[in-house]
């Protein structure tokens, strides 16, 4: 049981690159959700998840593509990077959306953008 | 966006003291969780506690939620080098699937 695996683990782009961060879970979750992390800024949802072909929009979706087309995965997509998308990203699941099921983390994939 | 805020940012206390860090909302959260984070890893949770419940624990670890003030502690007793991270406070609210995040508190345990 490997939990959630992201990759890579680290990353330099350069400005107008794509690039797709994979998270992939093992645990059945219907919920999985992708965050960055910016100093002093706790956690921002970009994207989220509820089940297999259904995906919203978080807080800061711009920039950014999710599809769900399996329960185990969740990409993320860099449309066209920006330095403003230098950061942490984690990706997460959960049993469901709605309790207060505990949150698995990946162990995080740093993003440069040059 | 919405925000929880957690002070203090930043604590350092010596080993064996007792570590306090609290989270509060703008908004109702109907459970609320800790997560710690070590520094270049991902987050790991601690505990849940839910709205009807004023107070848990768990090994060293005490909770107290205030529904009344939307705000709520971490009591981290008799404190290690180990306990070493940043520690996060994340309210599911009410109307939707989100969670609010804090900005998080870094404790530094000296030995």
């Known amino acids: 049981n490997a939990g959630v695996t992201q990759t890579p683990k680290f990353q330099v782009l350069k400005t107008g690159q794509s690039m797709t961060l994979q998270c992939a879970q093992d645990?059945?979750?219907?919920?999985m959700s992708w965050y960055r992390q910016d100093p002093g800024m706790g956690l921002r949802l970009i994207h989220y998840?509820?089940?297999?072909?259904?995906?919203d929009q978080g807080e800061v979706p711009n920039g950014y593509n999710v599809s769900r087309s399996t329960t185990e995965d969740f990409p993320l997509r860099l449309l066209s990077a920006a330095p403003s998308q230098t950061s942490v990203y984690f990706c997460?699941?959960?049993?469901?959306?709605?309790?207060?099921?505990?949150?698995?983390f990946g162990e995080g994939s740093w993003l440069t953008v040059v | 966006s919405q925000q929880g805020e957690e002070d203090p940012q930043a604590l350092s206390i010596q080993e064996g003291e007792n570590a306090t860090m609290n989270c509060s909302y703008k908004?109702?959260?109907?459970?609320l969780q800790w997560y710690r984070q070590n520094s270049g890893r991902g987050l790991v949770h601690l505990i849940l506690?839910?709205?009807n419940e004023r107070e848990k624990h768990s090994g060293r670890l005490r909770v107290t939620l205030d529904t009344s003030k939307k705000s709520s502690s971490l009591l981290i007793t008799a404190s290690r080098a180990a306990d070493t991270a940043s520690y996060f406070c994340?309210?599911?609210?009410?109307?939707?699937?989100?969670?609010?995040w804090g900005a998080g508190t870094k404790l530094i345990i000296k030995p």
């Open positions: 997460a699941s959960s049993y469901e959306a709605l309790s207060g099921n505990t949150i698995y």
């Open positions: 645990m059945n979750h219907e919920y």
């Open positions: 998840s509820v089940g297999a072909g259904i995906t």
């Open positions: 908004t109702s959260i109907n459970n």
């Open positions: 506690i839910r709205s």
């Open positions: 994340a309210g599911r609210q009410d109307s939707n699937y989100q969670l609010i």
